[in-house]
């Protein structure tokens, strides 16, 4: 199947760090290796640095007309100058980015037809729809976060209106919903999307790249040598506030203070660094923490294969619509994981058999749970060998990319019943 791979996000360049960037390449390699061609088309290909791994997958990057970033910049000059900072550039930026890039991912496709559209939405996105139905194929638009909510709560929204009723129809216009949890299916069925369209579809991993059994080598010496003798409790991820970091540190803390042989391993970085460092510090246990800062992805199993215990704590919050790739992740390099019994995570882990689950936010809980693990190997054996089978059967790459391929194959049989070879509607 040849496959046109949508991400319009400038916010998530194809080779970059974030998990979403991850989630990108590591879908577009799963769809790569089962023998399907694939073009990802992005504006943000790279923010520095070499490019990662695609499994022979193609990239096309499509910039920004360059009249529209013209008059952006003189915008901001405006702003400048008026003393103002507001989002409503970004959003008139992806708001004009879509015609263009459709155009330009038109042109391309007249070298070679494709069979299947498949889109990361982005915010004011709508391209992807208009491109498949111009050639003629089904549009697949998957779906991370419910993006105008999330905007504007974290950034604010000065084009609100437009951007939810864009989302809606985006959403309903797509001919197959991929979401990653199902509280974005309650979403989307309540933003009118038919249900029949809608296929939940947490994130996954590749179980192969945790499989090295020299994987701790690749780790600096200098982590080496302040891990060494230690039980180690880890924490992988992006060092925002849902992440429940806090409560970690807190814990953890705690439990220093009663078993010194013990250190805390942060991998990841994010605005939240400072912060916590702040909070080791105060709670006197800066010399038993390690932040790594920001790492590439290939160095992930690395950084894991020390943790004896790894947390996945997460906030108590509303509207828990995530899919935590960290959680598979931790699985698949066989750790015992305790985890926020948030959303997905309480859908997924069985607790006492893949997971240790206590309540999102929960500090003593959390370190309840991460102690009872130090001092109970089979325990923490059983939850590792559990998790491990687990995440292999039923959360990879592979299986999710095997998914999407039938649903693209449904969809273009229907679509050959109903509109015939020709792709125009038949007559009744």
Known sequence: MRIAYLSTDFGVPVHGTKGA???????????????????????????????????GA??????????????????GRAEERAGLSSPLRQELRNLLYSGPFAQRVLEH??????????????????????????????HLLEVNAPLAEERRRSRGLCLEALARSSERRVWASADALIVVSR?????????????ERVHVMPNGVDPDRFEDPARLERLPIEARRRLKGAAVIGFLG??????????????????????????????????LRETLECQVDRLGVSGAVTFSGAIAYDDVPAWLAPMDVTAAPYRDQEGFY??????????????????????????????????????????????????????????????????????????TWAGNAARVTALGDDLRRNRVRTTGASGKALLP
Request: aromatic residues 4%.
């Open 21 to 55: 960037s991850i989630h990108v390449r590591e879908m577009v390699r799963a769809l790569a290796a089962s023998g399907h061609e694939v073009t990802i088309f992005s504006p943000a290909l790279e923010p520095g640095g070499a490019p990662a791994d695609l499994g």
């Open 109 to 138: 496709l007249q070298g070679g037809p494709v069979d299947l559209v498949y889109e990361r939405y982005s915010l004011f996105g709508h391209a992807g729809g208009a491109i498949a139905r111009a050639v003629g194929v089904p």
């Open 58 to 75: 193609a990239c096309v990057e499509v910039p920004p007309d360059p009249t529209h970033t013209a008059a952006l910049a003189d915008l």
């Open 183 to 195: 509280a974005l299916r309650d979403l989307a069925l309540e933003a009118g999307v038919p249900p």
């Open 322 to 395: 995530f899919s935590p790739i960290k959680v598979f992740e931790y699985l698949a390099a066989g750790r015992a994981v305790v985890a926020g019994a948030a959303g997905q995570n309480a859908e997924l882990l069985r607790h006492e058999e893949t997971a240790l689950l206590v309540p999102p936010g929960d500090a003593v809980r959390l370190e309840s749970a991460i102690e009872r693990l130090i001092e109970d190997p089979a325990l923490r054996e059983r939850l590792a060998r559990n998790g491990r089978e687990w995440v292999r059967r039923e959360r």
């Open 238 to 271: 992006s060092l925002k506030p849902w992440h429940g970091v806090e409560a970690l540190i807190e814990a953890f803390a705690s439990i220093h203070r009663r078993r010194p042989a013990t250190h805390l391993l942060i991998v990841g970085d994010g605005p």
